[in-house]
């Protein structure tokens, strides 16, 4: 839609303290599914106009430091810092200096609506530029508008105001159309906005809100964008709805697993990160905690009680036990790991063997170094083995349970590493004799 990644740019208030987190911790850098919320929220931009490119200036205040550091791994995110929250409009104020020449059209967020979708973002720019609007707010209904800002209509339908909870009269009160905290800029055209908003309003703040009514005021064009899943503008101001939004997010993962063929044998006990995706005819058992991005075959079987932590990739067929914890592990078809192991930082071939209790230690913990190894198709493994990274085994290698794997093995051989078996024969009566002889 747009020609240029130049007409298209967002902007992400994330400033505010989180007082009722009662956290140490920024609350954007809180976590769903181990990403926090401020990444949600850019990676959902980044994927409005894919090929945009999209530059998010990001407003930071509490925290800053922190939540700099984080975004440092999205090369097209810039922090602005708002040394002192004086209100929304005051931090988009912060912003102004990025965009000072800019033409075309600014998307405003919040970094704690780690819920909208890019698609709804998409058709709301859609929206705000097919009726060459100025200004665009997104709306919701909600049967308990409480907390919210208030859509305020004219007689002719269009929009006039915004008015606060706090600053609202018992007729506005009823309003159920509420400001979802999104809004669409035609930039040059409201730009000077941010010199003029005032911060004559019960909580002395400088609102972006008001941007509504300085548009009424200049006859320029201010619509709203109604959403149709309320659902997605959950923010985030308690642990509370930090657990609420991690619930939908999961949910929502896994109706759709199982609209596209994936079994879930219980949705209420597993979890499957929105990142991760799974083939038909896989089964997932009970008690499944699917972490981070993954990539998971078809017809596989996965649990009771398996753990991924991210960047694995399983093949077609495969089998992941229970107790078997994955991290970072490239896994071929008919490959099983089926019970009490860890499988870390490895690649592991197809029809792979891998015995119960075998761990693959990848961590040196005085060099603080992960290393990687290697089991080619064929491999199997006894059980209780630890494989010592980084170490690659031929295909077909057949290792003696209960051993310590620190070489390279060469393929088709056996590896045997333990202690040989002694045998002491009647050593039980031996010792019974020892004992009663004591008792005389
Ligand atoms: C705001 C809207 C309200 C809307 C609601 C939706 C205003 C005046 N009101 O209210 O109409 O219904 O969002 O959730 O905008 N922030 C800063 N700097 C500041 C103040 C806030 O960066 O100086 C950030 C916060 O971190 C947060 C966002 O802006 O991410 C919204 O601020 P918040 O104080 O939560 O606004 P609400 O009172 O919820
Ligand atoms: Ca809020």
Redesign the pocket.
């Known amino acids: 839609m747009f020609k240029s990644k130049t007409s298209f740019k967002a902007v992400i ?6 007082t009722r987190m009662k956290s140490s911790k920024p ?2 850098l809180h976590e769903i599914f181990s990403k926090p919320l401020v990444g949600w929220v850019v990676d959902s931009i980044n994927e409005i106009y894919p090929q945009n490119n999209t530059q998010s200036i990001v ?1 930071v ?1 509490h925290g800053a430091n922190d939540v700099e550091k984080y975004l440092k791994k999205y090369e097209n995110a810039t922090c602005v810092l ?1 040394k ?8 988009v104020s912060m912003a102004t200096g990025e965009l000072k020449d800019f033409c075309g059209t600014v998307l405003i967020t ?4 780690p819920l909208l979708k890019s698609s709804t973002m998409r058709s709301m720019v859609e929206y705000h530029l097919e009726h060459n609007a100025d200004v665009t707010v997104m709306s919701a209904i909600f049967d308990n508008p409480f ?3 208030r859509i305020v209509r004219s007689q002719d339908g269009g929009i006039e105001a ?1 008015v ?1 909870q706090k600053d609202a009269n018992d007729e506005q009160k009823a309003i159920k159309e ?4 999104v809004y669409c800029l035609k930039w040059e055209s409201v730009k000077n906005a941010f010199g003029e908003l005032k911060n004559n309003n019960s909580q002395g ?1 400088y ?3 008001d941007i509504v009514c300085w548009a009424k005021e200049k006859n320029k064009k201010a619509l709203s964008f109604v959403i149709e899943n309320p659902d997605e ?1 959950l ?1 985030i ?1 308690s642990r509370a709805q930090l657990a609420q939004a991690t619930q939908i997010m999961k949910n929502e993962k896994l109706n759709e697993l199982m609209e596209t063929g994936v079994t879930i044998v219980d949705p209420l006990s597993t979890s499957i990160s929105p990142e991760t995706q799974i083939g038909a005819d896989t089964v997932i058992y009970p008690n499944t905690y699917i972490n981070g991005k993954n990539k998971i075959g078809s017809n596989c079987k996965i649990g009771p009680f398996s753990h991924f932590r991210g960047n694995v990739e399983v093949g077609d067929y495969s089998k992941i036990g229970n107790f078997v914890e994955l991290k970072n592990a490239k896994i071929g078809s008919h490959t099983n790991v089926s019970h009490l192991s860890y499988v870390g930082d490895a690649t592991l071939g197809s029809n792979v063997n891998i015995g119960a209790g075998t761990i693959f230690a990848n961590y040196n913990s005085i060099t603080k170094e992960k290393k990687r190894s290697t089991l080619n198709d064929g491999v199997s493994i006894g059980s209780n083995t630890v494989i010592v990274a980084p170490v690659e085994l031929g295909e077909n290698v057949f290792v003696g349970a209960g051993s310590v794997i620190t070489k390279n093995v060469g393929e088709n051989s056996l590896a045997l590493c333990r202690t040989p078996q002694k045998e002491y024969p009647d050593w039980v009566e031996k010792q019974k004799k020892l004992l009663n002889k004591g008792d005389n």
């Open positions: 208030l994330a400033a505010g303290k989180g609350k954007v407003v205040g708002q002192e929250q004086l209100g929304t409009g005051h931090a919040c970094a704690d609506t907390g919210y800002g915004i606060e509420v400001n979802a905290g703040e609102y972006l809100t503008t923010g101001n």
